[in-house]
């Protein structure tokens, strides 16, 4: 069997290098991404994140048709966009398949309108507010068969939602067998006092960790009491948490293969970074395990 971190990194990183606070151009992002693409690494890698305005720049960067194609989440900001993809995929055949979208929506009419446009085989991440209780949209969401998306921070402190936010969102989402991807500010395993930005200068504040997710939707789907899936959101602490080649533990908590699967596959699904290295070599270093680590031979 493999290690418990296969499971659990497998596709895990969806690359937004075009977005801040790398906020890369689109020559520089292309380049990085088919770098991480031919890397030993590439399983913790999944989609390039392209919003639908930058789709030619995006071919023009590349300059010739890849070896393979490039698998996209298209950042779309209209329903209408979403009919257009079948005739992208033609239009681009061999230089990439879109069979993700990410889209906004604040209200049941904007989901149904979604939902009125999909096209076959292709999977919809539905952003969805935070600052007010979000159960009703996910239920729809469940209805309609598309999933949620979580912001969960940004470049400034005031764009990280507030612990009890996140708690009811992934409930909501847990509760009604709503899997989810997450995006903004998870650039590392594990909660934590971190700069906002890559600048010299940069603010720092808490920011939330992906593992922290990852252990909060465990918990969730282990029917654990609220109290402590909020601990595990805030969890700083690296010795709570310990991986072996088996298990997952946290405090009094431990989670095995199928757990971690039953939690990628039903919950978080992927998380949005501007940095594919970053979380990586944080992992690496976090269970002590170099050769995970972006550019290691393994």
């Known amino acids: 069997m493999s290690p418990i971190w296969e499971p659990l990194l497998a596709g895990l990183i969806d690359y937004a290098g075009l977005f801040p606070p790398a906020a890369l ?22 989609r390039f994140i392209l919003p639908y305005s930058r789709i030619a720049e995006w071919q023009a960067s590349l300059g010739k048709q890849p070896s393979q194609p490039w698998i ?10 979403l009919a257009e993809i079948p005739t992208l995929n033609q239009r681009y055949q061999g230089w990439f398949v879109i069979d993700t979208v990410e889209i906004k929506a604040e209200s ?3 989901i149904a309108a979604i939902h009125a446009v999909i096209p ?5 991440f539905v952003e969805i507010p935070h600052d007010h209780d979000p159960s009703l949209l996910i239920a729809a969401l469940r209805s309609t068969g598309l999933r949620a998306k979580l912001r969960t921070g940004g470049i400034i402190a005031a764009a990280f939602p507030e612990p009890e936010q996140i708690v009811r969102f992934l409930h909501a989402c847990i509760s009604n067998g709503v899997a989810y991807k997450a995006t903004a500010g998870l650039h590392h395993p594990l909660r934590g006092q971190y700069r906002l930005t890559y600048a010299t200068d940069s603010a720092e504040g808490w920011m939330y960790g992906y593992l922290n997710l990852i252990l909060a939707s465990a918990l969730l789907q282990a029917n654990a009491a609220h109290q402590e899936v909020l601990a595990a959101l805030l ?13 997952m533990r946290w ?22 970074s501007c940095s594919f290295e970053e979380p990586i070599n944080e992992f690496a270093s976090f269970i002590e395990q170099p050769a995970l680590a972006y550019g290691a031979t393994n």
């Open 120 to 124: 076959e085989q292709v999977t919809v």
């Open 235 to 247: 969890e700083h602490d690296p010795i709570a948490i310990k991986l072996t080649e088996q298990k």
């Open 251 to 272: 405090r009094n908590w431990q989670f095995e293969h199928d757990d971690v699967l039953a939690v990628r596959h039903s919950g978080l699904i992927a998380f949005g």
């Open 108 to 110: 049941l009419e904007q």
């Open 25 to 46: 151009a689109m020559d520089q992002a292309t380049s990085q991404y088919a770098n991480y693409r031919a890397s030993n690494q590439h399983g913790y890698l999944a």
């Open 72 to 81: 996209i989440s298209l950042l779309a900001t209209d329903p209408a966009q």
